[in-house]
């Protein structure tokens, strides 16, 4: 069974950095059943989807409340999806997921992948 195991968080002031991981089990990148993965965050009553990596070519997104702050990558060879964080703001407070998505350059979409991981808690605060 597919699962994602996020990591990386932690207490940051404003202005710092943060780089999350995300592993995935189960599968490989070559043998996963989606195209993409992305990264969310969860903080207060919504979830938010913040960028997203196709693991087929080089199409990213990134939503406008991060643009210019995050940088998603991934690591084939390790399974793994990294999303670095850099300018925290206390709006940034949360928890991050990752997650199979749809992803193009000018958005990014919700898979019917329902095995959501246990997250990791990004809090940012003076």
């Known amino acids: 069974q597919l699962r994602l195991v996020e990591s990386g968080g932690g207490l940051v002031q404003p202005g710092g950095s943060l780089t999350l991981s995300c592993k995935v089990s189960?599968?490989?990148?070559?043998?996963?059943?989606?195209?993409?993965l992305g990264w969310f965050r969860h903080g207060g009553s919504e979830r938010e989807g913040l960028s997203c990596i196709?693991?087929?070519?080089?199409?990213?997104y990134y939503a406008p409340s991060v643009k210019g702050r995050v940088t998603i990558s991934r690591n084939n060879a390790k399974s793994t999806v990294y999303l670095q964080m850099n300018s925290l703001e206390p709006a940034d407070t949360g928890v991050y997921y990752c997650?199979?998505?749809?992803?193009?350059?000018?958005?990014?979409?919700?898979?019917?992948?329902?095995?959501w991981g246990q997250g990791t808690q990004v809090t940012v605060s003076s």
């Open positions: 196709s693991i087929r070519d080089a199409t990213t």
């Open positions: 189960g599968s490989t990148f070559d043998t996963l059943d989606y195209y993409a």
């Open positions: 997650a199979p998505a749809y992803c193009w350059d000018y958005a990014l979409g919700y898979t019917d992948f329902d095995n």
